[in-house]
């Protein structure tokens, strides 16, 4: 089983005692024998941060410690060290703002989370570490939320709040527009540069989606795309919510709106690892990510095969 190693800090990576190297945006990998438990330590380059460590056995894959994401995947996995907790804990508060009878007060004590009161009730929602958070009172059709946003570099995490301290929505965004209803906006990086408009009306306290539009970039052309880059933009169209029809053969066209069934409900496309091609040999194929858990998901790979530009049957990869 080859293992990938990532880490959310620069980190040393210690397996089985022996040193084996520096991690971090950049992976290392190494052969594990099956069945066979691997003590895995990350040691922070900043000492203000403890390091975490565990070990990689079947009861870790089955289901990973919260300090960490993990993805599985034919013959390898990757487990990415994603959390680290500070040496001396503290609680400092980062932003705070109300929203009618409700106050929002964003607090890290080693991850960030949110405290939504109101009337001596207090919940708690964890949110990811950010520039900055912004807490703001908004109306959607008349309807007030508390409104918190995750500021990132390219895009936000909008979380809203209904009134009786439930999450009526959280979702990343590019941007947000409040009124009669709300409208968010959504610009992906994948090949196509998607943009993904959706539209929400509030229900009581809930935030129910009543229209989504997915749009290319005007500049991307499909006809221009190299055969082996044709199947992650065609999974990328599928994952946007937009149109697949465009990259399918014609007697693959009538099964289109059936794709998502026999695909199945997968949250990202990303490339095979090595050890794909070492298993299964040459292949245009792609891996579709599907969440298990929290922090826990499955790749499965799936191969297009392609004709005249356009694809003409998808298979999965046993």
């Known amino acids: 089983m080859r293992i990938h190693f990532r880490s959310a800090l620069p980190c040393a990576l210690r397996l089985g005692g022996a040193v084996a190297g520096y991690c971090g945006e950049a992976d290392k990998f190494a052969d594990a024998e099956e069945g066979v438990p691997l003590l895995a330590e990350f040691l922070p380059a900043d000492g203000d941060f403890l390091p975490l460590s565990f070990i990689l056995d079947e009861a870790f894959f089955a289901s990973p410690p919260a300090c960490c994401d993990v993805y599985l995947y034919d013959g390898g996995a990757d487990v990415i060290a994603?959390?680290?907790a500070p040496r001396t804990p503290a609680l400092r508060p980062l932003a705070q703002g109300r929203a009618g009878n409700m106050l929002a007060t964003v607090l890290d004590a080693g991850v960030p989370q949110a405290a939504i009161e109101r009337d001596g009730r207090l919940e708690l929602y964890a949110l990811p570490r950010a520039a900055g958070y912004e807490i703001s009172a908004e109306q959607v059709g008349?309807?007030?939320f508390l409104c918190l946003r995750a500021k990132g570099e390219e895009r936000d995490l909008l979380c809203l709040f209904a009134e009786d301290l439930t999450c009526a929505l959280r979702a990343e965004v590019t941007d947000a527009a409040f009124g009669e209803q709300l409208h968010t906006e959504l610009r992906l990086s994948d090949l196509a540069r998607h943009t993904v408009r959706r539209t929400?009306?509030?229900a009581g306290n809930r935030l129910e989606e009543r229209g989504r539009e997915v749009a290319a970039d005007p500049a991307f052309d499909r006809a221009r795309l190299h055969e082996k880059l044709?199947?992650?933009a065609f999974f990328q169209e599928l994952a946007a919510g937009g149109d697949p029809a465009p990259y399918l053969a014609e007697e693959l066209l009538p099964q289109a709106q059936k794709l998502s069934d026999y695909l199945g409900p997968f949250c990202d496309v990303v490339l095979p690892k090595e050890i794909f091609y070492l298993r299964h040999g040459e292949r245009?194929?792609?891996g579709?990510?599907?969440?298990k858990a929290?922090?826990?998901f499955e790749v499965k790979?799936?191969?297009a095969v392609c004709r005249g530009g356009r694809i003409a049957n998808i298979l999965p990869v046993p």
């Open 82 to 84: 994603a959390r680290f």
């Open 142 to 144: 008349g309807t007030p």
């Open 200 to 202: 929400f009306a509030a």
């Open 230 to 232: 044709l199947p992650f």
């Open 284 to 286: 245009n194929a792609a």
């Open 288 to 291: 579709l990510v599907y969440r």
């Open 294 to 296: 929290e922090n826990r």
């Open 301 to 303: 790979f799936f191969e």
